[in-house]
């Protein structure tokens, strides 16, 4: 497929608008959190309209993953804590795992929630203001994957039936079928639920971090923790090829020796508590 396949597949997004499983709740977040003086209330309201998605957004946000020392008790509190885009990724998350499991491809999500322990784990030691923002852009980075094989299931078919053929990484295989990428599809996304950068470049870039403009730390934490995972064998993206390393990346993280080992052995001790999750 050449670019006018994707251009195609970029008009078939937009058509769709929202992705259609995403609940109504998920749709009028999107466009109201975007307005200014909107309320951490309204949002918090908005989101616990829907018992379903409200419990799973505060399973989220009281993980042992955040740490924090008092359980948050209602979606308002996780909105004033996190803080309006972090809750309304965790909520899309919550709606992505849904889609995920739905598809069985709950190795895909152990995976995504493995970087996003991963990337928490990293932005802190990097002292980042929000090391929160991370953890969701982790838990989001794989979303295009969700469209690419779920919701356009002919496009699915035919990148899984060309790496049938050779065992080649899938990045490969979609830049070669339909000149994108699942990665080209999550900035898409992105962009349609009106993400921050900080957010939006992660999901964009954690192949090509070099590439990112505004967040470039945040797209260098979330694709050093993609590489990472992917070498400790936590769940399956897609398939079980280690993507190159950055070395650009790798600088602008600046583990050494010490806390990289510091960094594996939390990493080791959060991913005990992943199935708590899935």
């Known amino acids: 497929m050449n670019h006018t396949g994707a251009a195609a597949l970029r008009t078939r997004l937009d058509q769709l608008g929202e992705l259609p499983t995403l609940p109504h709740v998920v749709q009028k977040l999107a466009s109201t959190i975007g307005r200014p003086n909107v309320s951490a209330e309204e949002i918090g309201g908005l989101i616990e309209k829907d018992q379903v998605l409200s419990a799973k957004v505060l399973r989220l946000a009281n993980s042992p993953f955040y740490g924090f020392p008092a359980r948050i008790a209602s979606v308002g509190h996780a909105v004033v804590i996190l803080g309006l885009n972090v809750v309304k990724g965790l909520t899309l998350c919550a709606t992505a795992f849904d889609m995920m499991k739905d598809a069985g491809m709950d190795q895909l999500w152990r995976h995504s929630l493995g970087v996003a322990i991963t990337a928490q784990i990293l932005g802190t030691w990097k002292a980042m203001k929000n090391p929160e923002e991370v953890f969701v852009a982790g838990l989001l980075h794989d979303i295009g994957k969700v469209v690419l094989y779920v919701k356009w299931a002919d496009v699915g ?122």
């Open 157 to 278: 078919a035919r990148i899984k039936a060309a790496q049938r053929v050779g065992d080649r990484p899938l990045l490969s295989i979609e830049q070669e079928l339909l000149d994108l990428t699942h990665a080209d599809v999550g900035g898409w996304l992105a962009h349609a639920w009106h993400l921050p950068t900080t957010l939006r470049e992660p999901m964009q870039f954690h192949h090509t971090p070099a590439a990112a403009q505004e967040a470039p730390l945040h797209t260098a934490i979330v694709h050093v923790a993609d590489v990472l995972v992917k070498g400790w064998g936590c769940g399956n993206p897609g398939d079980d090829q280690v993507p190159a390393l950055s070395r650009q990346a790798w600088e602008l993280v600046g583990l050494d020796e010490a806390a990289l080992d510091a960094c594996i052995a939390k990493a080791a001790e959060e991913f005990a508590t992943i199935d708590d999750y899935l």
